[in-house]
């Protein structure tokens, strides 16, 4: 059925047709302008990414809306949508190369996912980029021969032998990195491999953002800093945040942001489907929170298995973090069985007086989270 309409409303939405055409053209302008950008940030080596400028043009665009009685955080919405399309703009063009006097850069299993994504930020910096793979390792003498660079991103399960197996024989001069999700154990066995520069990286994102713009990248000092200084600065470049860490602090860290928050979405999607929830109907029911906790726990299952394995399954000590969960679960269950809600809503207060100035701040982030979700529903 059509939508109902009047003559003097078409009229209005005929004008709005017409603001909606001149914002295509402003915005077509403002691209045009970040090209520029691009280009002059890729000549002059700037990080894609420039947060002081960001926040002094939020600032003045947000009082200049004020002063037209537009809502600040509408301009700040819209603006920060743009950067996001700037960033994946600049990206096109390229970035400066810091090294490029660095022989080759080898992506041991470039044929994974984030491999695929570091080879393409190499590629666009300058840099020669060759991938070997499990097919390749006749050929490895050939392939390691000139390396300034070996990034190892194979499954975790396979990382440590994979480096005491076969990578004991690079060049002395050559960088030993790795991308693993855990950090303990693989540094070590770069640090007994290979005795040159060693880092341990571990990207906080998927291989699915559209630019490293803001993303994390944690890094785990091996040795010979000095030399491998410019890799970090090219990451920054390409817009991400370099957080350094101690292994041990960043590996425990994991067992909570990695370990438990999947298997906990793993469950959650395990219990749906052992409940046979038909999620066509929860959806039409669901609220935005729930669209988003299902969003959160359905992408999950579109991803790979193995991934999620080899998170979950990196540190025997995830299993306490994981155990620990079930003992709470149970704890606050038992609470639901006896009725005892006074109990509860204590509970709850201690908690919340815990979380502190953070609770507010989430329910802050979450809100705007959660009017996208809304604005993406149709029909
Ligand atoms: C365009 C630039 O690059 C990025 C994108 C910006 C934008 O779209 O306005 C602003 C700052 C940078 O993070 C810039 O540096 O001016």
Redesign the pocket.
Known sequence: MNERTTAELENLRGLIDGVDQQLIHLLRKRLDL?AQ?GAVKHGAGLP???PQ??AA?LAKRREEAKKMDVSPQLIEDILRR??RE??LN?KDIGFKQVNPDLGHVVIVGGSGKLGGLFSQMLVLSGYQVKVIDKDDWARADEIFDGAGLVLVTVPIGITCDLIKDKLTTLPQSCILADLTSIKGEPVEAMLAAHSGPVVGLHPMFGPDVGSLAKQVVVVCHGRQSAEYQWLLEQIQIWGARIVEAEPERHDKAMQLVQAMRHFSSFVYGLNLYKEEADIESLLQFSSPIYRLELAMVGRLFAQSPELYADIIFAQKESMQAIGDYLDNYSQALSLLQVGDRDAFVAQFKEVAQWFGDFAPQFQRESRAMLQSVNDMKTG
Request: charged share 25%; aromatic share 16%.
């Open positions: 970040v950008v894609i990414y420039a400028r960001e043009m743009l950067m700037s960033y600049e």
